[in-house]
Nanobody, 115 residues
Framework: QVQLVESGGGLVQPGGSLRLSCAAS????????MGWYRQAPGKQRELVAV???????SYADSVKGRFSISTDNAKNTVYLQMNSLKPEDAAVYYC?????????WGQGTQVTVSS
């Protein structure tokens, strides 16, 4: 069973930056997209950013211009660079991978934005 292992979450002050990483535990056949979702307390999980295997990206309006998604396809790893963080960005961030063999989720990593 493929596992997605996330890292990079933590506490940061407003205006600060964090970089999240998500690595697959093994090679995955025919990846279509990799992405990041987040879920704040009392809210539904929402899409933050997604990248296709071809490199096309899409972002939630709330993070455009501040967040950047990228991949290292050789390592089956996806990154989320988060800059100019705001308190409303605080949430548990989940990595997602969609491939020909199914959809996979990471365990989540907490991001807290507070002074």
């Amino acid at each position: 069973q493929v596992q997605l292992v996330e890292s990079g979450g933590g506490l940061v002050q407003p205006g600060g930056s964090l970089r999240l990483s998500c690595a697959a535990s093994e090679s995955i056949f025919r990846i279509y997209t990799m992405g990041w979702y987040r879920q704040a307390p009392g809210k539904q999980r929402e899409l933050v950013a997604v990248i296709t295997i071809g490199g096309s990206t899409s972002y939630a309006d709330s993070v455009k211009g501040r967040f950047s998604i990228s991949t290292d396809n050789a390592k089956n790893t996806v990154y989320l660079q988060m800059n100019s963080l705001k308190p409303e960005d605080a949430a548990v961030y989940y990595c997602n991978l969609y491939s020909a063999t199914g959809k996979y989720w990471g365990q989540g990593t907490q991001v807290t934005v507070s002074s």
